[in-house]
C-alpha cells in the first residue's frame, strides 16, 4: 500500500519458507542439455562446506551450470544417507535414527538454499529451466523419506518408547516433530494409496512453479507503458525519472509502472489522470487473466482440485483440514470463526471512509461513484484534509539506507544489544545486495544478515526473510540470513526515499530476520523460522512497532538533505493519522484470507473451479465482496497460497496480529523498549525455534492468552470519541 501509516503493513508478504532436507528426494539423471560438462566433483563450489565466513555461498564462483549438478548429487547423496539409518540393523535409538536424519543432506541443503535465495530474488532463464526440471523432483523427495515404511518404523518405535528415553525437551520435540511429519505425509497409507499421493505430490509442485513461472511473466507483461508524458501527471520529478529509468531498464520508449504483487499499486496515490489510475489497475487486476501463456486460471483451478484430493486421500475433508492440524489455529473451523468476528468492524469502518472519499468526489463535482482505482488518490486527499499530512512532504525523511542503520539496526541495538558491520568482502548475487556482519550483545559474531532491497523484473514480488545457512548447535553453523524487498530504486544519483509503508516492511522482514538470527537450538529442524504458519509472523508482525516507537522514530527520520530531524509537528501528523484508512487495510486483506480458505476448503469431489466465478461467490459468502474493496491478492496472483507455502494459511497474518499486538501491550504495560524486555523475549521466544509448544510458550511469556482487544485497538476499529 502506498498510503502513510504509522505501523500497520500487515500483508506484507514473507516468504519464511526454505526448501531444506524434509523438501525433497528423486532422482533422475542430469538433463542433458543443462549438464552437458557440468558433471559434479571438485570443482563444483558446492562440493565442500564454503570457507567464507559463516559458510557463507560463494557466488562470486557460483555459476549457472553449478546448481542442477549439486542439487542432484546432493539428492543422491541425502538418500544414500536415508538408506543407511532405515537399513541399520541395530535397534533404532534417538541417536542412530533421529539425531542421523539431521546430520543428513548438507551438500543438498548448500545448493538447495542459495539456488532458492536467487530463483527467488534474481531469476534468470537458465535457472528457471533447472527449476522446471528439479520442480516434480523435488516433491518426490519428500515422499522417498516420509513415505519409506522402514524409516517410519524406527521412529514410530523411538515415539512410542519416548517416554522411557530420558531425553531432554528440545529431544523429545524432535522425537514428537518426525512422528507427526511422517504420519502427516502419508506413512500410514497403504503401498497403492502411497503411490497415488506420490503422483499428487508431483502434480502439485509441476502445477505450482507452473504457477510461479506464469506469474512472473505475467506481472512484468502488465506494466503500464506510456508515451505520454500527461497520462503521469500528479507525478514529482523524482518519480518521473524513475518511471523513465524503468522504461531504459526495458529498453521501451517513454515511461513504464512496474506492477507490484498487490491489487493496489503505490502510484495510484500520486496518478491525478483518472483514466491512467483506472488502466494501472486494470493491468493489476487482470495480469493473469488475459487469455494469453501466461493466464494462470487453469492452473490454480486444478491446483485446488489436487490439493483437495491429497487430503482426502490422507483421511480429512479439506486440504485446510489437513494444513491446519499442526498450526495453532488447529482446524479450518477455528481460523474462520477468527477471522468472521473481524469482518463486520472491518466493513462497517471501510464504508465510513468510503463515504468520506465520496463525499470529496462529490464536492469536487467529480461526477463518478466512487471505484478501487479512485481509492487511493481520494483516500490521500481526506488524509491531507483531515490531518495536514502529504505523503511528498514525509518521504525525504525516509531514505532507506538512513531507515536501514539507523532505524531497523538501531532498534535491534537498544532491544537486544546488536551491532552491525558492513562487509564488502563477501560475494553476493547481484550488485545492489549489501552484507553486514551481526555481532552479539557480547561482541561474539551471531550472524550474516544480506540485505536486497530494489525492484527488478527478475525478482518475485512481495518482500520476505530467508536463510542461506540456518542455525545448528549439532552441525556447529550459525545463521546466514537475507530480506527481500521490492522498493523503486531511483535514477542514478538520487536518493532512495521510501514510503513509511515501506519503512514499516523492512522493520517487518528484519523480524523475520531476528527471529533466523537468534536461533539458538540443537537440531535444524526445529531451528529459527521453522515454526507453522499462524506464528511465524508473529516476530515479524511485533517488530513493525519499532518503526514508530519514539526513541526509533527521532533516530531515523531525519531529512535526506539536511539530516535535520522530522518536525515534531509533522511526526505527531504521521502519529494522529495512523489508524487512517484501516477499515479499507483490514477488509482487503480479510478478503484475501477468507478466499484462500474457501479455495482450500473445497472437498476432493467438487467440480473443476472457474476461479472468476468462485472468487464472485466466496467474496458474497464472506460478506466480502465490496465493489470499492477488492482483495488484496486476487485467486489469479495470489503468489503466498499457490506458490510460497501459505495455502489455507494467510489467515496467519490475521491471527499472529493478535499475538504481536498483545505482545506490544505487554511491553508498554511493562516498560517500553528495555534491554532487559528485549532479552527477555529473546531468551523465551526468539531463540526457541519450534522446540517447546508454541501456544504455551507464547503465554509463558506474556503470562496470560493473548486477546484481540489490543490487535482491534491497534487498527482503530475499537470506538473511540474522535474521528479516525
Not at 564462483?61 to 536415508?82: C, R, T, V
Not at 487495510?585 to 473443476?608: C, I, K, N
Not at 496467519?652 to 499486538?661: F, G, P, S, V
Not at 517447546?692 to 482491534?712: F, Q, R
Amino acid at each position: 500500500m502506498s498510503t502513510i501509516r504509522l505501523r500497520k503493513n500487515k500483508s506484507t508478504m514473507s516468504k519464511v519458507g526454505i526448501l531444506t532436507a524434509a523438501s525433497a528426494i528423486a532422482l533422475g539423471s542430469v538433463t542433458p542439455a543443462l549438464a552437458a560438462g557440468a558433471k559434479f566433483g571438485p570443482s563444483n563450489p558446492f562440493y565442500a562446506p564454503s570457507t567464507l565466513p559463516f559458510q557463507a555461498p560463494p557466488f562470486d564462483k557460483i555459476k549457472d551450470s553449478d546448481y542442477q549438478p549439486a542439487i542432484e548429487a546432493g539428492m543422491a547423496q541425502q538418500l544414500k544417507e536415508m538408506k543407511a539409518i532405515a537399513d541399520n540393523p541395530a535397534p533404532p535409538t534417538f541417536e542412530n535414527t533421529l539425531v542421523a536424519m539431521e546430520k543428513t543432506g548438507q551438500l543438498f541443503n548448500r545448493a538447495m538454499m542459495a539456488f532458492s535465495g536467487v530463483t527467488g530474488a534474481n531469476m534468470n532463464p537458465v535457472l528457471q529451466k533447472v527449476q522446471d526440471i528439479e520442480a516434480p523432483k523435488l516433491a518426490a523427495h519428500d515422499d522417498a523419506i516420509y513415505l519409506d515404511s522402514k524409516l517410519f518404523h524406527r521412529v514410530e518405535t523411538i515415539y512410542k518408547e519416548r517416554d522411557s528415553l530420558k531425553l531432554d525437551a528440545e529431544s523429545l520435540r524432535l522425537v514428537d516433530f518426525y512422528y507427526k511429519k511422517f504420519v502427516h505425509s502419508g506413512a500410514n497409507l497403504s503401498d497403492a494409496d502411497k503411490a497415488k499421493l506420490k503422483k499428487l505430490n508431483e502434480e502439485e509442485s509441476t502445477l505450482s512453479n507452473d504457477f510461479i513461472t506464469k506469474l512472473l511473466a505475467a506481472t512484468k507483461d502488465a506494466a503500464y507503458v506510456t508515451t505520454d508524458k500527461a497520462a503521469l501527471a500528479g507525478f514529482n520529478d523524482s518519480q518521473i525519472a524513475a518511471a523513465a529509468e524503468a522504461a531504459k531498464e526495458r529498453k521501451k520508449e517513454g515511461w513504464v509502472l512496474p506492477l507490484q504483487n498487490t491489487t493496489q499499486q503505490p502510484d495510484l496515490v500520486s496518478l491525478s489522470n483518472r483514466k491512467t489510475r483506472e488502466a494501472l489497475f486494470e493491468k493489476s487486476w487482470n495480469r493473469a487473466e488475459r487469455g494469453d501463456a501466461n493466464d494462470t486460471r487453469a492452473t490454480i483451478a486444478r491446483l485446488a482440485q489436487v490439493r483437495a484430493e491429497k487430503a482426502k486421500l490422507l483421511g480429512y475433508p479439506n486440504f485446510a483440514a489437513w494444513t491446519l492440524e499442526n498450526q495453532m489455529a488447529k482446524t479450518p473451523a477455528a481460523a474462520l470463526k477468527f477471522m468472521d468476528a473481524l469482518v463486520p468492524a472491518a466493513t462497517a469502518k471501510a464504508a465510513t471512509e468510503a463515504k468520506d472519499i465520496q463525499d470529496v468526489i462529490d464536492a469536487q463535482k467529480g461526477g463518478f461513484k466512487l471505484q478501487p482505482w479512485d481509492w487511493e488518490f481520494y483516500a490521500e486527499q481526506v488524509r491531507k484534509a483531515r490531518y495536514d499530512l502529504d505523503e511528498s512532504q514525509v518521504k525525504p525523511y525516509f531514505e532507506l539506507n538512513n531507515v536501514l542503520e539507523n532505524g531497523v539496526f538501531y532498534a535491534a541495538n537498544q532491544l537486544y544489544g546488536l551491532t552491525f558491520k558492513e562487509r564488502k568482502d563477501i560475494p553476493v548475487y547481484q550488485p545492489d545486495v549489501r552484507v553486514f556482519e551481526v555481532f552479539d550483545a557480547n561482541g561474539k559474531p551471531l550472524a550474516l544478515f544480506y540485505g536486497d532491497y530494489f525492484k527488478r523484473d527478475n525478482k518475485n514480488g512481495g518482500a520476505w526473510m530467508s536463510v542461506f545457512v540456518g542455525q545448528s548447535k549439532l552441525l556447529g553453523t550459525l545463521p546466514v540470513v537475507y530480506n527481500v524487498c521490492n522498493f523503486t530504486k531511483p535514477a542514478a544519483g538520487e536518493p532512495a526515499l521510501i514510503s513509511f509503508s515501506d519503512v514499516t516492511t523492512m522493520f517487518h522482514e528484519f523480524g523475520h530476520a531476528l527471529h533466523g538470527m537468534f536461533a539458538d537450538t540443537e537440531y535444524p529442524s526445529l531451528s529459527g523460522t521453522d515454526v507453522p504458519r499462524d506464528f511465524v509472523e508473529f516476530p515479524s508482525q511485533f517488530n513493525e512497532h519499532w518503526a514508530s516507537y519514539p526513541s526509533i522514530f527521532k533516530h531515523y527520520a531525519k531529512h535526506d538533505k539536511t539530516g535535520a530531524p522530522m518536525p515534531d509537528e509533522l511526526a505527531a501528523k504521521i502519529k494522529k493519522a495512523a489508524k487512517f484508512n484501516q477499515g479499507y487495510a483490514l477488509t482487503e486483506l480479510l478478503a484475501a484470507a477468507e478466499l484462500d480458505m474457501q479455495w482450500h476448503t473445497l472437498p476432493a469431489d467438487a467440480p473443476l473451479q472457474k476461479p472468476d466465478a468462485f472468487e464472485e461467490q466466496a467474496l458474497e459468502k464472506t460478506h466480502l465482496a465490496i465493489s470499492y474493496v477488492p482483495p488484496r491478492y486476487r485467486s489469479s496472483y495470489f503468489m503466498h497460497i499457490w506458490g510460497n507455502g501459505y495455502a489455507a494459511g494467510y489467515y496467519a497474518y490475521l491471527w499472529t496480529e493478535m499475538l504481536d499486538d498483545s505482545a506490544y501491550q505487554w511491553f508498554e504495560d511493562n516498560g517500553g523498549l528495555t534491554r532487559a524486555n528485549g532479552d527477555r523475549l529473546r531468551r523465551m521466544v526468539l531463540s526457541r525455534g519450534n522446540t517447546e509448544d508454541l501456544a504455551k510458550m507464547y503465554a509463558a511469556w506474556l503470562g496470560k492468552e493473548p486477546s484481540v482487544e489490543p490487535m482491534l485497538k491497534d487498527r482503530g476499529l475499537v470506538p473511540s470519541g474522535s474521528p479516525e
